[in-house]
Protein backbone atom coordinates (compact mmCIF):
# COMPACT_ATOMS: atom_id res chain seq x y z
CA UNK A 1 0.00 0.00 0.00
CA UNK A 2 1.38 3.57 -0.92
CA UNK A 3 1.13 6.30 1.60
CA UNK A 4 0.79 10.16 0.37
CA UNK A 5 1.13 12.93 1.87
CA UNK A 6 1.20 15.36 -0.52
CA UNK A 7 -1.80 16.88 -3.42
CA UNK A 8 0.69 16.46 -6.08
CA UNK A 9 2.05 13.42 -5.73
CA UNK A 10 -2.05 11.89 -5.48
CA UNK A 11 -3.34 13.35 -8.07
CA UNK A 12 -0.31 12.04 -10.47
CA UNK A 13 -0.57 8.68 -8.70
CA UNK A 14 -4.53 8.65 -9.62
CA UNK A 15 -3.80 9.81 -13.28
CA UNK A 16 -2.01 7.05 -13.98
CA UNK A 17 -4.68 4.87 -12.71
CA UNK A 18 -7.21 6.28 -14.37
CA UNK A 19 -5.17 6.61 -17.60
CA UNK A 20 -4.53 2.28 -17.55
CA UNK A 21 -8.82 2.46 -17.61
CA UNK A 22 -9.14 1.63 -13.66
CA UNK A 23 -12.05 2.05 -11.77
CA UNK A 24 -11.05 3.86 -8.39
CA UNK A 25 -13.04 3.52 -4.97
CA UNK A 26 -12.92 6.28 -2.16
CA UNK A 27 -13.07 5.31 1.86
CA UNK A 28 -12.67 8.68 3.83
CA UNK A 29 -11.72 8.20 7.65
CA UNK A 30 -11.45 10.04 10.70
CA UNK A 31 -8.71 7.09 11.28
CA UNK A 32 -8.63 5.00 14.85
CA UNK A 33 -10.06 1.69 12.24
CA UNK A 34 -11.49 -1.12 13.49
CA UNK A 35 -12.99 -4.12 11.87
CA UNK A 36 -16.15 -1.94 10.78
CA UNK A 37 -13.77 0.46 8.62
CA UNK A 38 -12.35 -2.52 7.27
CA UNK A 39 -15.55 -4.28 6.14
CA UNK A 40 -15.90 -0.92 3.94
CA UNK A 41 -12.73 -1.15 2.52
CA UNK A 42 -13.23 -5.12 1.29
CA UNK A 43 -16.80 -3.40 0.36
CA UNK A 44 -15.03 -0.87 -2.33
CA UNK A 45 -12.65 -3.37 -3.52
CA UNK A 46 -15.94 -5.16 -4.90
CA UNK A 47 -16.78 -2.21 -6.59
CA UNK A 48 -13.26 -0.76 -8.21
CA UNK A 49 -9.70 -1.73 -9.17
CA UNK A 50 -8.27 0.23 -6.78
CA UNK A 51 -9.33 1.34 -3.51
CA UNK A 52 -8.20 4.54 -1.78
CA UNK A 53 -8.48 5.43 1.90
CA UNK A 54 -8.19 8.89 3.85
CA UNK A 55 -7.35 9.18 7.64
CA UNK A 56 -7.87 12.94 8.45
CA UNK A 57 -9.12 14.02 11.88
CA UNK A 58 -10.90 16.90 10.47
CA UNK A 59 -11.33 19.55 13.39
CA UNK A 60 -14.42 21.88 11.78
CA UNK A 61 -16.60 18.57 12.68
CA UNK A 62 -16.13 18.96 15.77
CA UNK A 63 -17.63 21.07 18.22
CA UNK A 64 -16.23 23.44 20.89
CA UNK A 65 -16.74 20.91 23.91
CA UNK A 66 -16.59 17.56 21.82
CA UNK A 67 -13.73 15.26 21.96
CA UNK A 68 -10.87 16.34 18.79
CA UNK A 69 -8.04 16.84 20.64
CA UNK A 70 -9.08 13.52 22.61
CA UNK A 71 -9.71 11.82 19.19
CA UNK A 72 -7.54 8.36 19.06
CA UNK A 73 -5.01 8.85 17.09
CA UNK A 74 -3.39 5.47 16.12
CA UNK A 75 -1.09 5.51 12.16
CA UNK A 76 0.84 2.48 12.96
CA UNK A 77 -2.49 0.25 13.37
CA UNK A 78 -4.15 2.16 10.72
CA UNK A 79 -1.83 1.65 8.34
CA UNK A 80 -1.40 -2.18 9.10
CA UNK A 81 -5.08 -2.65 9.23
CA UNK A 82 -5.46 -1.01 5.63
CA UNK A 83 -3.37 -2.20 3.87
CA UNK A 84 -4.48 -6.06 5.23
CA UNK A 85 -7.78 -5.18 4.25
CA UNK A 86 -6.70 -4.36 0.52
CA UNK A 87 -6.25 -0.38 0.65
CA UNK A 88 -4.26 0.28 -2.49
CA UNK A 89 -3.37 3.93 -1.27
CA UNK A 90 -3.63 5.69 1.98
CA UNK A 91 -4.06 9.57 1.66
CA UNK A 92 -2.92 11.26 4.79
CA UNK A 93 -3.58 15.37 4.24
CA UNK A 94 -2.36 17.46 7.07
CA UNK A 95 -4.78 20.23 8.41
CA UNK A 96 -2.91 22.94 6.34
CA UNK A 97 -3.45 21.15 2.99
CA UNK A 98 -6.39 20.51 3.76
CA UNK A 99 -7.51 24.19 4.41
CA UNK A 100 -4.68 26.25 3.16
CA UNK A 101 -6.47 29.35 4.43
CA UNK A 102 -6.68 27.97 7.56
CA UNK A 103 -9.92 25.78 9.31
CA UNK A 104 -11.95 29.26 9.94
CA UNK A 105 -11.53 30.81 6.84
CA UNK A 106 -12.47 27.74 4.60
CA UNK A 107 -15.44 28.13 1.84
CA UNK A 108 -17.55 25.93 4.05
CA UNK A 109 -20.33 23.63 2.17
CA UNK A 110 -23.28 23.89 3.96
CA UNK A 111 -26.43 21.12 3.35
CA UNK A 112 -30.03 22.60 4.48
CA UNK A 113 -32.80 20.75 5.57
CA UNK A 114 -31.25 17.28 6.36
CA UNK A 115 -28.96 18.22 8.75
CA UNK A 116 -31.34 20.34 10.88
CA UNK A 117 -32.66 17.81 12.84
CA UNK A 118 -31.16 14.81 15.21
CA UNK A 119 -27.49 14.76 15.39
CA UNK A 120 -27.70 18.21 13.64
CA UNK A 121 -29.74 20.01 16.45
CA UNK A 122 -27.52 18.26 19.23
CA UNK A 123 -24.27 19.06 17.19
CA UNK A 124 -24.59 22.44 15.29
CA UNK A 125 -22.26 23.42 12.77
CA UNK A 126 -21.42 19.16 13.33
CA UNK A 127 -22.30 18.54 9.22
CA UNK A 128 -21.07 21.57 7.93
CA UNK A 129 -17.68 20.70 8.81
CA UNK A 130 -18.60 16.82 7.25
CA UNK A 131 -20.28 18.50 4.49
CA UNK A 132 -17.33 20.69 3.73
CA UNK A 133 -14.69 18.00 4.15
CA UNK A 134 -16.04 15.57 2.23
CA UNK A 135 -16.77 17.83 -0.45
CA UNK A 136 -12.98 18.39 -0.24
CA UNK A 137 -11.68 14.95 -0.39
CA UNK A 138 -14.08 14.17 -3.31
CA UNK A 139 -12.22 17.04 -4.77
CA UNK A 140 -8.75 15.60 -4.28
CA UNK A 141 -9.44 12.13 -4.96
CA UNK A 142 -11.96 11.97 -7.60
CA UNK A 143 -13.20 8.47 -6.98
CA UNK A 144 -15.62 6.54 -9.27
CA UNK A 145 -17.78 5.37 -6.19
CA UNK A 146 -17.38 6.27 -2.38
CA UNK A 147 -18.20 4.07 0.54
CA UNK A 148 -19.90 5.22 3.92
CA UNK A 149 -21.46 2.99 6.70
CA UNK A 150 -25.41 3.00 7.24
CA UNK A 151 -24.49 3.37 11.60
CA UNK A 152 -24.39 6.95 10.44
CA UNK A 153 -27.66 7.18 8.80
CA UNK A 154 -28.00 11.08 8.99
CA UNK A 155 -24.29 11.33 7.34
CA UNK A 156 -25.28 8.95 4.77
CA UNK A 157 -28.25 11.01 3.74
CA UNK A 158 -26.06 14.44 3.99
CA UNK A 159 -23.85 12.94 1.56
CA UNK A 160 -26.21 12.00 -0.75
CA UNK A 161 -27.96 15.59 -1.01
CA UNK A 162 -23.89 17.04 -1.28
CA UNK A 163 -23.29 14.73 -4.20
CA UNK A 164 -26.92 15.07 -6.09
CA UNK A 165 -26.69 19.39 -5.18
CA UNK A 166 -22.87 20.05 -6.25
CA UNK A 167 -23.26 17.11 -9.18
CA UNK A 168 -20.04 14.98 -7.80
CA UNK A 169 -19.73 12.45 -10.49
CA UNK A 170 -19.44 9.06 -8.20
CA UNK A 171 -21.58 6.76 -6.63
CA UNK A 172 -22.12 6.44 -3.40
CA UNK A 173 -22.04 2.84 -1.49
CA UNK A 174 -24.03 2.61 1.52
CA UNK A 175 -22.20 -0.33 4.15
CA UNK A 176 -24.37 -2.09 6.62
CA UNK A 177 -23.35 -1.66 10.09
CA UNK A 178 -20.97 -4.18 11.64
CA UNK A 179 -22.20 -5.35 15.35
CA UNK A 180 -20.35 -7.14 18.26
CA UNK A 181 -21.81 -10.31 19.23
CA UNK A 182 -24.06 -8.61 21.91
CA UNK A 183 -25.82 -6.20 18.84
CA UNK A 184 -23.35 -2.67 20.30
CA UNK A 185 -22.74 -1.50 16.96
CA UNK A 186 -19.42 -0.73 16.17
CA UNK A 187 -17.73 2.84 16.71
CA UNK A 188 -14.08 3.95 17.63
CA UNK A 189 -15.84 5.67 20.39
CA UNK A 190 -16.53 2.40 22.53
CA UNK A 191 -13.12 2.15 23.49
CA UNK A 192 -13.85 4.92 25.96
CA UNK A 193 -16.57 3.10 27.62
CA UNK A 194 -15.28 1.45 31.23
CA UNK A 195 -15.93 -2.29 31.78
CA UNK A 196 -18.74 -1.66 33.50
CA UNK A 197 -20.52 0.66 30.98
CA UNK A 198 -19.42 -1.42 28.08
CA UNK A 199 -22.25 -3.96 28.59
CA UNK A 200 -24.73 -2.46 29.17
CA UNK A 201 -24.08 -0.07 25.92
CA UNK A 202 -25.83 -3.02 24.27
CA UNK A 203 -29.27 -1.47 25.30
CA UNK A 204 -29.46 0.72 23.02
CA UNK A 205 -29.51 -2.12 20.05
CA UNK A 206 -32.44 -3.60 22.11
CA UNK A 207 -34.25 -1.01 22.21
CA UNK A 208 -34.19 -0.08 18.93
CA UNK A 209 -35.10 -4.03 17.65
CA UNK A 210 -38.37 -2.83 20.45
CA UNK A 211 -39.01 0.10 18.49
CA UNK A 212 -38.85 -1.70 15.30
CA UNK A 213 -41.49 -4.42 16.54
CA UNK A 214 -43.89 -1.89 18.55
CA UNK A 215 -44.23 0.20 15.30
CA UNK A 216 -44.81 -2.95 13.17
CA UNK A 217 -47.73 -3.78 15.30
CA UNK A 218 -49.35 -0.77 14.48
CA UNK A 219 -48.19 1.60 18.41
CA UNK A 220 -48.10 5.00 17.59
CA UNK A 221 -45.24 6.32 16.73
CA UNK A 222 -45.11 9.31 20.05
CA UNK A 223 -45.87 6.19 22.34
CA UNK A 224 -43.00 4.14 21.29
CA UNK A 225 -40.32 7.04 20.85
CA UNK A 226 -41.34 8.62 24.39
CA UNK A 227 -40.80 4.42 26.06
CA UNK A 228 -37.66 3.79 24.27
CA UNK A 229 -36.36 6.97 26.14
CA UNK A 230 -37.80 6.05 29.10
CA UNK A 231 -36.24 2.33 28.52
CA UNK A 232 -32.72 3.99 27.86
CA UNK A 233 -32.64 6.32 30.95
CA UNK A 234 -33.83 3.61 33.14
CA UNK A 235 -30.37 1.68 31.76
CA UNK A 236 -28.60 4.74 32.93
CA UNK A 237 -28.46 6.67 29.47
CA UNK A 238 -28.55 10.29 29.05
CA UNK A 239 -30.56 10.21 26.04
CA UNK A 240 -30.71 12.97 23.32
CA UNK A 241 -33.24 11.37 20.96
CA UNK A 242 -35.11 7.74 20.39
CA UNK A 243 -36.81 8.58 17.52
CA UNK A 244 -39.08 7.31 14.04
CA UNK A 245 -38.09 8.60 11.10
CA UNK A 246 -38.84 8.02 7.19
CA UNK A 247 -35.45 7.55 5.81
CA UNK A 248 -35.37 10.71 4.22
CA UNK A 249 -35.71 11.73 8.14
CA UNK A 250 -38.87 13.23 7.44
CA UNK A 251 -41.45 12.62 10.91
CA UNK A 252 -44.28 9.83 9.63
CA UNK A 253 -47.49 9.95 10.98
CA UNK A 254 -47.96 8.87 14.41
CA UNK A 255 -49.10 5.45 13.54
CA UNK A 256 -48.61 3.67 10.40
CA UNK A 257 -51.26 2.24 8.04
CA UNK A 258 -50.80 -1.32 6.92
CA UNK A 259 -47.66 -1.87 4.52
CA UNK A 260 -47.02 2.05 4.99
CA UNK A 261 -43.43 1.47 4.18
CA UNK A 262 -39.46 1.88 5.03
CA UNK A 263 -39.26 2.84 8.83
CA UNK A 264 -35.49 4.17 10.49
CA UNK A 265 -35.75 4.17 13.87
CA UNK A 266 -32.69 6.40 15.67
CA UNK A 267 -30.91 6.49 18.64
CA UNK A 268 -28.31 8.74 20.38
CA UNK A 269 -27.41 8.93 23.93
CA UNK A 270 -24.52 9.33 26.37
CA UNK A 271 -23.00 6.55 28.67
CA UNK A 272 -20.80 8.16 31.14
CA UNK A 273 -18.53 10.46 28.91
CA UNK A 274 -19.66 8.29 25.80
CA UNK A 275 -22.24 9.55 23.11
CA UNK A 276 -23.06 6.52 21.03
CA UNK A 277 -24.85 6.30 18.28
CA UNK A 278 -26.96 3.70 16.08
CA UNK A 279 -30.01 3.13 14.34
CA UNK A 280 -32.15 0.04 12.82
CA UNK A 281 -34.13 0.38 8.73
CA UNK A 282 -37.15 -1.51 8.09
CA UNK A 283 -40.63 -1.37 6.84
CA UNK A 284 -43.46 -0.89 8.84
O1 LIG B 1 -17.62 9.27 9.20
C1 LIG B 1 -16.50 9.79 9.39
O2 LIG B 1 -15.54 9.15 9.84
C2 LIG B 1 -16.31 11.27 9.06
O3 LIG B 1 -17.44 12.00 9.38
C3 LIG B 1 -15.86 11.52 7.61
C4 LIG B 1 -16.95 11.09 6.63
C5 LIG B 1 -14.58 10.77 7.32
C6 LIG B 1 -15.61 13.01 7.38
O4 LIG B 1 -14.61 13.49 8.22
Known amino acids: MLTVDQLDALRSTLASWRQAGQRIAFVPTMGNLHAGHHSLIRLAREHADRVVASVFVNPTQFGPNEDFSRYPRTPQADAEGLGAAGCDLLWLPSVE ?32 GVATVV ?58 LSAEERPRAAEIHRVLQSMREAVQAGREREAVEAEAGERLAAAGFAVDYAAIRRPDLTIPESAPGQGDGARVALIAARLGRTRLIDNLEFTA
Open 97 to 128: TMYPFGAQNTVQVSVPGVTETLEGAHRPGHFD
Open 135 to 192: ARLFNQVGPDLAVFGRKDFQQLAVIRYLVRDLAFALDIVAAPTLREADGLAMSSRNQY
